[in-house]
Structure formats: C-alpha cells, structure tokens
C-alpha cells in the first residue's frame, strides 16, 4: 500500500512541475456526467484528476510549491493545465457559472500559488492569440509612425533643396535678362 501511495504522490509532483498552471477545485455535489461534462470542456491539454488532499498536499511539497495549503480541505480536485491557462481559467469559470457546486479554490500560475480572485482574473483576459493580435497591432502602428519620424527629417531637406532649387532657377533667367540689358545699355 505505501509504495502505491509513494507512486501516486510521485505522478502528482510531476503533473505539478510539468503544468503551465494548476487549479484546484471543491467538486462536492456534482454527478458524474458533470465531471466527465467539465473534462471534456477543459480539452485535450488540460487533465482533470481527484485526488486525496494529504498525497496532493505532499505532492505539492515535492514540487517546490508553497502556499497551498489552506487549499486542501474538502473533496478536491485538481486541473493540471498543460497549454493556455487563460483558456483553462475561462472554462472552469463557466463551468462554476452554470453549475455553482463547483467551487475554485486557488491554485499555481508560473509556479506560484494563487487565489481564487487570481484564477479569476486570469480567466478574465484575452486568450493569448488576441493579445498576441493586439501586440502586434500595436507594434505595426508604432513602426509606421518611427519610420515617419526617421523619414520626416530627410524628406523636409529634400523639400527644402527642391524650393532652393526653383528658387535659383527662377532667378537666373531675370538675372540674364537684366545683365543682357545692361550691357546692350552700354553700348548704346
């Protein structure tokens, strides 16, 4: 029996070191279909795992995360998120939103433990394609505004070259006409 436990306790450390995020959950009162419903809405990269809260509590402790536990009271359950926490923290709040028996504990986002109000946040953001999207908006508009900027100074020269340049041209043709009459003057 403890060297199952010991395995158990070493599969959750790693989960815990390999998720780019981790949520746990107090999933009292829901069906079975309703669990198997959220595992399903978290996707492929997100696994959704009941576990006992002292292996969870110690698998944790393995993993270097402090700070957690206050969260293993109660049924709890554990998404090991292994691609967009964002994405993962939006379904969880929906899923808690249609079906208010599940209930965000907290969890580890970067390595850090985090609140509840954090996992709530989190799912408040844009997913990262629309972020990403916005960025790169931003930095495209950015771009052409510096090299306006850059271009400005050189195009104001050429401007001002091209002025002098009619400027000198339209005084040349007087100038020859006034120096032809004043030598044709003197002549005479």
């Given amino acids: 029996m403890k060297s199952e436990k010991v395995q158990a306790v070493s599969e959750l450390a790693g989960k815990f070191r390999d998720s780019s995020a981790t949520v746990l959950t107090e999933y009292r009162g829901l069906t079975v279909a309703q669990l198997t419903e959220l595992r399903h809405s978290l996707g492929r990269e997100t696994t959704y795992t009941v576990a006992k809260n002292t ?34 923290a939006k379904h969880l709040r929906d899923f808690a939103k249609a079906h208010p028996l599940l209930v965000i504990k ?41 090299a306006a900027v850059f271009a400005a100074p ?5 401007r ?3 002025a002098l340049q009619e400027k000198k041209a339209a005084e040349s043709p007087a100038a020859g006409t006034t120096d032809a009459a004043a030598e044709a003057g003197a002549e005479g």
């Fill in 55 to 88: 292996l969870t509590s110690r698998a944790a402790k393995d993993a270097g995360l402090d700070g957690l536990d206050g969260l293993f009271v109660g049924p709890t359950a554990i998404a090991f998120v292994g691609g967009d926490p964002v994405e993962a």
């Fill in 106 to 146: 907290g969890g580890v986002i970067e390595g850090r433990a985090a609140t509840a109000e954090d996992i709530t946040k989190l799912a408040n953001l844009e997913s990262r394609e629309i972020l990403l999207a916005k960025l790169a908006g931003a930095m495209k508009g950015n771009m052409a505004k510096a």
């Fill in 154 to 158: 050189a195009s104001k020269f050429a």
């Fill in 160 to 162: 001002t070259m091209a």
